[in-house]
Nanobody, 123 residues
Framework: QPQFMESGGGLVQPGGSLRLSCTAS????????VGWFRQAPEKEQEGVIC????????NYADSVKGRFTIARDNSKNTVSLQMNNLRPEDTAVYFC????????????????WGKGIQVTVSS
């Protein structure tokens, strides 16, 4: 059964860093765009950042530009999200996603979702 499993979330102080990872099993990331979405309390889910199959990165959330970096390692079937200079407004549940037809900031058309992992930025 295909799975997409996140790890690495937790509590961090403002200005700190966290690295989220997502490991795919049962399918190969070679054939998918991979990205991260997040949902903050009482807010709609939003696309954050995405990496196309050719390695092109698309940033969907202006607030994370220059702070968040996505990377994939197809040999390990993983995708990571390095988050630096975190702010309280980055607090959310983060979801990794794989989409066959390429990157999109819409949640529609996602083939595989991670279950979500909590990131809390607070002093």
């Amino acid at each position: 059964q295909p799975q997409f499993m996140e790890s690495g979330g937790g509590l961090v102080q403002p200005g700190g860093s966290l690295r989220l990872s997502c490991t795919a099993s049962g399918f190969s990331l070679d054939y998918y765009a991979v990205g991260w979405f997040r949902q903050a309390p009482e807010k709609e889910q939003e696309g954050v950042i995405c990496n196309e199959k050719d390695g092109t990165t698309l940033n969907y959330a202006d607030s994370v530009k220059g702070r968040f970096t996505i990377a994939r390692d197809n040999s390990k079937n993983t995708v990571s999200l390095q988050m630096n200079n975190l702010r309280p407004e980055d607090t959310a549940v983060y979801f990794c996603a794989a989409r066959y037809w390429g990157c999109s900031d819409s949640s529609g058309g996602v083939n595989y979702w991670g279950k979500g992992i909590q990131v809390t930025v607070s002093s």
